[in-house]
């Protein structure tokens, strides 16, 4: 993204133009201006700089994007597509890669990054170039991998809430044939909310994460690349903090006293959230001559983690989950590529994924409503034991030909079958122990069901090149991701969804590569939406919604001077639900209460995002570097459920980002003072409603509290980085 993207270490001379970004978003290598793909790219030096290191970091300079957490999940929105179903056996809609590898479980999301060389972030349904299938869009990780010459860096920061992070990372070739490179990290701080409860609980919203990477090239020849890559992550905190937002809640009726302010939280509870991953990932590329390439990746992963997460967000014990989770999965991608630089390409893919996964949900009920509503003052714990095994396969292509010299038509097909056995029983326990619990649950219902989906997408696309930097692209193509099982209950399957997309967009650079415009916009038809909802405590998956979702991106950067870079990223969105009614708690007599939710906005859909953002470079006179950053983002008013309620959702927000960095002049030295979130603004980044922490008085209806997961506030660091 220019000038602000840049490495400081070559800051000393002035670019003069905007840079070109070389992504492999289309499985080769290619200027992001050249692919008719709606991307965002963003090199690694710039994350590390100015502290992003989380996928939800890069939420602000990514048009259409929306990022939440809850329950220990990512839920990740592209162009308003996303998922906030809990559980083994739902799949995300956003794909997220890791050196090409597909991370089945939304936790994976969470992992923060280590030493990183670009992020890409594709919107619109990626089938048939990618193993799995998704329908929202895919972002793709990926690492720095080792190099024809020893380098690296060790870097080292401080910041707000004592935050302390120290990173390396080094890499070169030990022979001929062999190239290493190894990473580590750590970060620690003490989390942005503060309990201010004087009796008990810990603090929330904190970080204590341990990284470590080792790769290998092998080359033994010209022609074959094979990286080996292993990987490991251990995290350790107290879990997330959560507010209330309306008078329905049973802690304050008992008493239960609101926090002086938004960055404090009177927790009772010892919660945390801890999980640990590793992988291992083997990829090849092979070019078995000028035109035909063979490469494939195959990877490994394991997940487990568990939590204790305070409910109720109060000092009264009302309510506390508690997650165990246990998976792992293995994948395997084989491509077949054509390209001789005629006007002739093709890609022919297979791709298999087998996931095993074991699920464990305490619902502890300690005060508030009774266990059973039936049995007024019955205090315990529902349990809901649940086990998953998916394998998915593939088969993908698609083929490029140029019919003029100027216009190239290009043809995908996609052929998907998936099958998942799942096993899953509610009970409940006695006692206040949950999943600790000694005792045997009463176990009322049990499913033990295997069911199968398959889908063939189409893709079809036209690329017109009218100028050697004016690209104008139209394509129309299908998204399908497979049914599921409501693994928090009992209840039968949901089938699968299926998206149909329309985008027509323009790249472009103008005045000698001086300033660039991009553009899409697209149209989406959104049949048999999986969504979720709280129902008597529980969380039930159907599929019940029709949807219409149009809009347009854009993103313009300007560099007027070789030192100044100026730029402005937009989405505008109209995402909402054409036909859809759901339950909303009981009528007063008990009847379900079903309302008619046809025109609502969908979740973490916001009208309108925009980031304006600017960075200038000044050079001093003993040749080192000054580079003064800065950006604010807006976003309208966001709905994190489909009842479109103020108590649920986030009020439209603006936030101001800013960074100043130094850079020696052999580029050996570098010094960075971050702040995210400027002006403190206090806003939530998402919302829910838990019928297990309403007042029975209070809330008749049943429609459960409104509760608030409260985002950081203002922020600094200051990194100091050597490089070698």
């Known amino acids: 993204m220019g000038l602000g993207l840049s490495t400081l270490a070559g800051a000393q001379d002035l670019p003069g133009a905007l840079e070109e970004t070389v992504v492999t978003a289309t499985k080769r290598e290619a200027s992001a201006q050249d692919i008719a793909v709606s991307i965002t790219a963003i090199d690694g030096e710039s994350l590390a700089r100015y502290n992003q290191d989380t996928i939800e ?57 280590l030493d990183i060389e670009r992020v890409e972030v594709l919107r619109g349904p990626q089938g048939t170039l990618y193993g799995r299938n998704t329908t929202a869009g895919a972002i793709n990780i990926l690492s720095r991998r080792p190099g024809d010459s020893w380098e690296g860096y060790v870097r080292g920061g401080i910041g707000s809430w004592d935050r302390r992070e120290l990173s390396a990372a080094a890499g070169g070739p030990i022979s001929d044939q062999f190239s290493v490179r190894i990473a580590a990290r750590h970060m620690q701080d003490d989390g942005y909310t503060e309990n201010i409860n004087p009796v008990a609980g810990v603090d929330v919203d904190d970080n204590d994460i341990q990284q470590v990477r080792g790769s290998v090239l092998f080359k033994p020849n010209d022609r074959v690349r094979l990286t080996l890559i292993a990987d490991g992550t251990q995290s350790e905190d107290g879990n997330t903090s959560v507010r209330p937002r309306d008078n329905l809640g049973a802690a304050e009726v008992l008493g239960a006293a609101p926090p002086p302010s938004f960055g404090n939280i009177r927790n009772d509870l010892q919660s945390f959230n801890e999980w640990e991953t590793s992988g291992l990932t083997a990829e090849l590329e092979w070019e078995l001559n000028d035109a035909w390439t063979i490469s494939g990746v195959s990877g490994y992963r394991d997940f487990n983690g568990e939590f204790l997460f305070n409910t109720d967000g109060t000092e009264i014990d009302i309510t506390r989950t508690q997650y165990a989770y246990d998976t792992d999965q293995q994948s395997h991608e084989l491509r077949l590529a054509f390209d001789d630089g005629g006007r002739f390409r093709a890609l022919v893919g297979a791709f298999y994924l087998k996931e095993d996964k074991e699920q464990a949900l305490g619902l502890v009920r300690a005060g508030g409503r009774p266990l059973f509503a039936s049995s007024p003052g019955s205090r315990g714990s529902f349990v809901i034991p649940s086990t998953n095994e998916t394998e998915a396969s593939a088969l993908f292509s698609e083929v490029t030909y140029g019919i003029t010299e100027r216009l190239d038509l290009s043809l995908g097909l996609r052929y998907s079958k998936e099958t998942k056995e799942d096993t899953s029983s509610v009970g409940a326990v006695f006692d206040l122990e949950g999943l600790n619990s000694s005792m045997d649950p009463l176990v009322f219902s049990n499913r033990d069901d295997k069911e199968s989906w398959s889908d063939t997408t189409p893709k079809v696309g036209f690329e017109y090149r009218a100028t050697a930097d004016l690209l104008l692209y139209l394509s129309w193509s299908e998204g399908f991701k497979s049914g599921g099982f409501n693994s928090l209950d009992a209840n039968p399957s949901y089938d699968p969804e299926e998206l149909s997309a329309w985008e027509a967009g323009i790249k472009s650079d103008w005045f000698d590569n001086r300033l660039r ?26 599929n019940a919604a029709e949807a219409t979702i149009y809009g ?47 025109g609502n906005r969908m979740p973490n859909a916001p009208e309108m995002k925009a980031t304006l953002h600017a960075n200038y470079l000044h050079q001093l006179g003993d040749g080192s570097s000054l580079i003064l950053s800065g950006r604010y983002m807006y ?39 971050a702040g995210r979130n400027l002006t403190d603004e206090d806003y939530f980044h998402t919302g829910v409603r838990f019928t297990s922490t309403s007042d029975a008085d209070r809330d008749p209806l049943g429609i459960g509290s409104a509760l608030g997961y409260p985002a950081a506030g203002r922020s600094w660091g200051l990194n100091f980085q050597r490089s070698f």
């Open 635 to 673: 976003q309208s008013r966001v709905y994190f459920s489909q009842f479109n309620e103020n108590e649920v959702a986030q009020a439209s927000i603006g936030l101001v980002d800013a960074s100043l960095s130094w850079a020696s002049a052999n580029g050996l030295w570098e010094i960075t003072l």
């Open 57 to 113: 970091s890069i939420t602000a300079q990514t048009p259409s994007m929306a990022y939440s957490e809850a329950a220990g999940e990512a839920q990740i929105y592209l162009r308003g597509v996303g998922t906030n179903i809990f559980g083994i056996a739902a799949d995300p809609s956003v794909g997220v890669h890791m050196d090409g590898v597909y991370q089945g479980r939304t936790q994976l999301a969470l992992n923060q990054f």
């Open 517 to 542: 415009i991009n553009a899409s916009a697209f149209h989406y038809d959104y049949q048999d939406l999986q969504v979720s909802t709280f129902i008597n405590n529980l969380t039930l998956t159907t």
């Open 552 to 598: 347009m991106e854009g993103e313009l950067i300007a560099q007027p001077v070789p030192a100044l870079e100026v730029g402005l990223a937009f989405s505008l969105l109209d995402a909402e639900y054409d036909e859809f009614s759901d339950r909303l708690g009981n009528n007063p007599d008990g009847t379900p209460r079903v309302l008619d939710l046809s």
